[in-house]
């Protein structure tokens, strides 16, 4: 517990360094390119809209405010999907800066998230226009996006945490992710509603998928304009935290090897 | 307790150990291959073994020894890049580590940013970075530069930037491993001119040089390392001339 406490405390000393590599990977992201921060928004919807006119016009789903339900979709699945992609290669993609300073290595993890972090952000500006033109009524509930972006933080954070330190020993796990996320795509309700689904994949689907609990809980806020149920809520935050200190512990008792397989 | 507080580096039978596995294993099914054939095998190979030596606050220690000697390596041992296999070291002060100049540069980043992206590296906030810039810039000579992409520089250029933003806090230990083999003569002139005057305000000093010369001129202090090993350490004159007389006969 007095090394958590130290180690939190240490993490925030390197604050700065978070900050400046945060700053570093939003401004080259589309420096040089003719639309800049535009395609943080354009995108997103672009692509919504691709979506939107294939699956109502080839597959009919009667869902309303269909364009909104996609995008919170879209957007919360893009956000794990970046993020964990990116904080994979977090540890062996500054191999060289690891092997001649010290820097606390988990800073980089937290940092490729962290700008994931801010890209949603940006896609969320997308998600407020199509709310906008779709005419869905703002409320109160609103006010719980913050909890439930956290709780996607939190979780993305545990995953990307596993997934950077198993990566520095097996290369492989880069191509099994890659598999396994577009899996995890298509086993959470997206593009279809949940109700399509087989009864007894919905119930796995329910309890295994977090993914699930946080676009629900995202489209309950938003579509509904009441707050999630409790139920949602409690599992959503609890596999949250319960993933971020499996991340963490899996991270703690490797990095020490790191140095000698990057 | 009180010999741990005078020692600015207690290197206490530190032993570094690497895995010369034949082949690197790093996917699973070499792993699983492997297993199977029970050749997970542990080729040990000893970077160091059993280095003890103390570094007393103020004092400037130069390394020497032939290539893959170990220096590198306790470079690393003391600024915590590396963990000892066995031993221990422990280490009194703030560290600025020279092992590369410009790590944490991005050549994408202007010079101005990597600025506070480099200090930020190495521990320094935004607003240090900010009271110092002018002074880092005025050391590296490159007003005219700042707005450009890191990697049009030349060489020389990033060499005295990274230079510059190292040694611009006076940090209690510095550590200085074969980096001013880049760089014109200016250059290292204007280098050896720093390290002086921070080793004049009593900054401890570790540095790594085959140019024995400059050993002599900046250090007080040496330790030969060979093939791991600590061979001789005292007196900067005694143990360079020990080394240069090795070197000449095995010639």
Same mark, same amino acid.
């Given at each position: 517990?007095?090394?958590?406490?130290?180690?939190?405390?240490?993490?925030?000393?390197?604050?700065?360094?978070?900050?400046?590599?945060?700053?570093?990977?939003?401004?080259?992201?589309?420096?040089?390119?003719?639309?800049?921060?535009?395609?943080?928004?354009?995108?997103?919807?672009?692509?919504?809209?691709?979506?939107?006119?294939?699956?109502?016009?080839?597959?009919?789903?009667?869902?309303?405010?269909?364009?909104?339900?996609?995008?919170?979709?879209?957007?919360?699945?893009?956000?794990?999907?970046?993020?964990?992609?990116?904080?994979?290669?977090?540890?062996?993609?500054?191999?060289?800066?690891?092997?001649?300073?010290?820097?606390?290595?988990?800073?980089?993890?937290?940092?490729?998230?962290?700008? @994931?972090?801010?890209?949603?952000?940006?896609?969320?500006?997308?998600?407020?226009?199509?709310?906008?033109?779709?005419?869905?009524?703002?409320?109160?509930?609103?006010?719980?996006?913050?909890?439930?972006?956290?709780?996607?933080?939190?979780?993305?954070?545990?995953?990307?945490?596993?997934?950077?330190?198993?990566?520095?020993?097996?290369?492989?796990?880069?191509?099994?992710?890659?598999?396994?996320?577009?899996?995890?795509?298509?086993?959470?309700?997206?593009?279809?509603?949940?109700? @399509?689904?087989?009864?007894?994949?919905?119930?796995?689907?329910?309890?295994?998928?977090?993914?699930?609990?946080?676009?629900?809980?995202?489209?309950?806020?938003?579509?509904?304009?009441?707050?999630?149920?409790?139920?949602?809520?409690?599992?959503?935050?609890?596999?949250?935290?319960?993933?971020?200190?499996?991340?963490?512990?899996?991270?703690?008792?490797?990095?020490?090897?790191?140095?000698?397989?990057? | 307790?009180?010999?741990?507080?005078?020692?600015?580096?207690?290197?206490?039978?530190?032993?570094?150990?690497?895995?010369?596995?034949?082949?690197?294993?790093?996917?699973?099914?070499?792993?699983?291959?492997?297993?199977?054939?029970?050749?997970?095998?542990?080729?040990?190979?000893?970077?160091?073994?059993?280095?003890?030596?103390?570094?007393?606050?103020?004092?400037?220690?130069?390394?020497?020894?032939?290539?893959?000697?170990?220096?590198?390596?306790?470079?690393?041992?003391?600024?915590?890049?590396?963990?000892?296999?066995?031993?221990?070291?422990?280490?009194?002060?703030?560290?600025?580590?020279?092992?590369?100049?410009?790590?944490?540069? /991005?050549?994408?980043?202007?010079?101005?940013?990597?600025?506070?992206?480099?200090?930020?590296?190495?521990?320094?906030?935004?607003?240090?970075?900010?009271?110092?810039? /002018?002074?880092?810039?005025?050391?590296?000579?490159?007003?005219?530069?700042?707005?450009?992409?890191?990697?049009?520089?030349?060489?020389?250029?990033?060499?005295?930037?990274?230079?510059?933003?190292?040694?611009?806090?006076?940090?209690?230990?510095?550590?200085?491993?074969?980096?001013?083999?880049?760089?014109?003569?200016?250059?290292?002139?204007?280098?050896?001119?720093?390290?002086?005057?921070?080793?004049?305000?009593?900054?401890?000093?570790?540095?790594?040089?085959?140019?024995?010369?400059?050993?002599?001129?900046?250090?007080?202090?040496?330790?030969?390392?060979?093939?791991?090993?600590?061979?001789?350490?005292? /007196?900067?004159?005694?143990?360079?001339?020990?080394?240069?007389?090795?070197?000449?006969?095995?010639?």
């Amino acid at each position: 517990m007095n090394s958590l406490v130290s180690r939190i405390i240490n993490c925030y000393r390197y604050k700065d360094l978070i900050f400046q590599l945060v700053q570093k990977d939003v401004k080259l992201k589309y420096r040089r390119s003719f639309l800049g921060y535009v395609w943080s928004i354009l995108n997103p919807l672009l692509i919504m809209l691709v979506m939107v006119i294939v699956f109502t016009n080839m597959f009919r789903f009667e869902i309303p405010f269909y364009p909104v339900y996609l995008l919170i979709g879209q957007t919360c699945f893009n956000f794990l999907s970046e993020s964990t992609n990116q904080a994979m290669f977090s540890i062996i993609g500054n191999a060289s800066l690891l092997k001649k300073t010290y820097v606390p290595k988990y800073i980089f993890t937290i940092s490729k998230i962290s700008s @994931s972090l801010v890209n949603m952000l940006f896609a969320m500006g997308a998600l407020v226009l199509v709310c906008f033109i779709c005419n869905v009524k703002l409320s109160w509930s609103m006010l719980f996006i913050p909890v439930v972006v956290l709780e996607i933080y939190t979780f993305c954070m545990g995953v990307g945490l596993f997934l950077a330190q198993a990566t520095v020993y097996f290369r492989d796990v880069q191509h099994i992710y890659g598999a396994f996320l577009t899996a995890w795509m298509y086993l959470t309700p997206i593009f279809y509603p949940a109700e @399509s689904l087989p009864k007894i994949l919905l119930r796995l689907i329910k309890y295994l998928n977090p993914m699930y609990s946080y676009v629900t809980q995202f489209r309950t806020i938003v579509l509904n304009g009441c707050l999630p149920e409790p139920k949602l809520i409690v599992y959503g935050i609890s596999v949250a935290i319960g993933v971020l200190l499996f991340g963490t512990w899996s991270f703690y008792k490797n990095q020490d090897n790191f140095i000698l397989y990057i | 307790m009180i010999d741990n507080n005078e020692y600015a580096i207690n290197v206490q039978e530190a032993t570094v150990r690497f895995n010369m596995a034949s082949e690197r294993i790093d996917n699973l099914k070499e792993y699983f291959v492997k297993l199977l054939q029970r050749k997970l095998m542990f080729q040990e190979f000893l970077a160091l073994k059993n280095v003890s030596f103390q570094v007393k606050k103020g004092e400037a220690w130069g390394l020497i020894g032939t290539n893959g000697s170990g220096k590198s390596t306790l470079l690393k041992l003391v600024c915590g890049i590396m963990k000892p296999y066995k031993g221990k070291v422990t280490v009194n002060g703030t560290i600025a580590p020279l092992i590369e100049l410009g790590a944490g540069f /991005d050549g994408e980043l202007t010079a101005r940013e990597n600025i506070y992206l480099n200090g930020a590296v190495l521990g320094h906030s935004k607003k240090y970075m900010q009271n110092h810039f /002018d002074q880092i810039v005025d050391f590296a000579e490159l007003w005219d530069f700042l707005d450009m992409p890191i990697k049009n520089y030349s060489s020389g250029m990033a060499a005295r930037l990274g230079f510059s933003i190292a040694t611009v806090v006076k940090p209690d230990i510095l550590i200085v491993d074969e980096v001013l083999s880049v760089g014109d003569w200016a250059f290292q002139q204007k280098c050896q001119a720093r390290m002086k005057e921070l080793l004049e305000d009593g900054v401890t000093l570790l540095y790594v040089s085959h140019d024995i010369d400059s050993v002599r001129g900046l250090c007080n202090k040496a330790m030969w390392l060979d093939k791991g090993v600590q061979k001789m350490s005292g /007196d900067v004159n005694e143990v360079c001339e020990a080394y240069m007389q090795l070197q000449r006969v095995e010639r």
